[in-house]
């Protein structure tokens, strides 16, 4: 079964992905995600660590509000950064929350840039939809065996919530996860690159098999990795394998699926062009930008907006199925996605899961709101504003501090959608 690459039809400016650019384009590892679901025998995330250049390794860690400055720094010294990507410390599942607020700021401020992550796929399941929907177009997803009997030797145990998985049962959740996340991926059309890291007397022998399964399920492209012996691990006598072992599987896997020669076993805050890192050299910008103090209201940095055509607020709450998201920017008030808002017909539950979904807005325009999400809404920070007008001077207005009150709906005495009284 031969495998033809989406990549050689359709070439980007990802240069992880597309080797012919790689000289040309960087990329930029935001690390906002500390903590990991899993524990590799592979693995020490010493992230505070300067001197060296692998995967797990930080100089700082950031929060979401904080990428955007740092961001601005790189891009004005490195314009040729075209993607943006989270690579841990740890796993951006395992910090949901951070990785997708962080992913909502870039698309908002920096629309241009590609979008990507990178995850052991334990976590990703439930996350794919939100990565489609905010432009996540490229995804690495580490599997280092399809066999629970090979990937029990790998993991020391993975954690699913608050239960702790060992031997073949962790190995079968995680794998279960990582195909079932590729699986979804693939159905939104989205790139995936797997990630192996090749461990001699482990899981060497067993590559092909796994080339052919990720081939299967879709995936992109294929990149073997030799296992790097890391101190304080497990695996930290382990013979490294040689290159013409890896060239020699790679050539083997290559008869199902694309191959990445160019890996660079990138930082998690790696920066600059492949093979040409400068990590080191924006290691003191990061690190002030992680000292950063948030400004006013930058912990919620958009406003939920209820419209029907998206120029005007002119929907009641109640008959929005989605809302659309503002962001402020130095060019002015703009629309960067929409979310959807919970079925009708749970009362109560519907607000709170809305509340939860808006949880990073400050506030939410709409023509009418009841009462019972009006009180959820406010006891949760987000600002129920009830106005008629433009949807960009109302954003504008709420970010500028200005006066709402010219806006205010006017001579209604009841809402659609539930016959409350307006505001």
């Known amino acids: 079964m031969e495998k033809t690459s989406s990549i050689a039809h359709n070439p980007v400016r990802h240069p992880c992905f597309n080797a012919s650019v790689k000289g040309r384009f960087g990329r930029v590892h935001l690390p906002v995600a500390p903590t990991c679901t899993i524990k590799c025998n592979y693995c020490n995330r010493k992230y505070d660590c ?24 790189v891009l004005e010294k490195e314009p040729r950064i075209t993607v943006a990507g989270i690579a841990g410390p740890g796993d951006p599942f395992a910090n949901p929350g951070p990785t997708l607020e962080t992913l909502r700021l870039v698309r908002g401020r920096f629309p241009e840039l590609i979008l990507c992550l990178a995850t052991n796929g334990l976590g990703l399941p439930p996350h794919v939809d939100a990565l489609a929907e905010l432009g996540v177009s490229h995804v690495t997803v580490t599997v280092n065996a399809v066999d629970p009997e090979v990937s029990q030797h790998i993991y020391a145990w993975v954690r699913d919530g608050k239960i702790v998985y060992r031997g073949q049962e962790a190995a079968s959740l995680l794998l279960e996860r990582q195909l079932d996340g590729i699986r979804k991926l693939k159905d939104l059309g989205i790139t995936v690159k797997v990630n192996t890291v090749v461990i001699p007397e482990v899981n060497n022998t067993h590559v092909t098999t796994l080339a052919q399964r990720m081939a299967g399920l879709g995936a992109d492209l294929l990149n073997l990795i030799p296992v790097y012996p890391t101190e304080g691990t497990p695996f930290a006598e382990i013979r490294e394998i040689s290159r ?39 290691a003191k910008c990061l690190s002030a930008c992680s000292r950063m103090a948030p400004e006013a209201g930058a912990d919620r940095p958009y406003v939920a907006v209820a419209t029907q055509e998206g120029l005007l607020v002119n929907l009641h709450l109640g008959e929005a199925a989605h809302l659309e998201i503002w962001g402020n920017f130095p060019d002015g008030a703009r629309k960067i996605g929409e979310r959807y808002a919970p079925k009708p017909g749970t009362g109560r539950k519907r607000w709170d899961e809305l509340a939860e979904i808006l949880r990073d807005c400050r506030a939410v325009l709409v023509s009418g709101i009841g009462e019972t999400p009006k009180e959820i809404f406010a006891a949760k920070g987000i600002l129920p504003i009830v106005m008629s007008g433009f949807i960009e001077m109302g954003v504008s207005t709420i970010f500028s501090g200005g006066d709402l009150s010219v806006f205010a709906v006017r001579n209604k005495k009841t809402c659609s959608g539930g016959g409350q009284a307006c505001s």
């Not at 660079?264 to 040409?276: F, I, K, N, Q």
């Open 50 to 73: 300067v001197n060296e250049s692998r995967p797990g390794v930080t100089s700082a860690v950031l929060k979401p509000f904080q990428t955007i400055s740092y961001l601005e720094e």
């Open 244 to 282: 013409a072992e890896i060239e020699t599987l790679r050539s083997e896997a290559e008869r199902y699926i694309p191959q990445m020669r160019h890996c660079t076993r990138c930082r998690a805050d790696a920066v600059g062009l492949l093979g040409s890192d400068r990590s080191g050299e924006f």
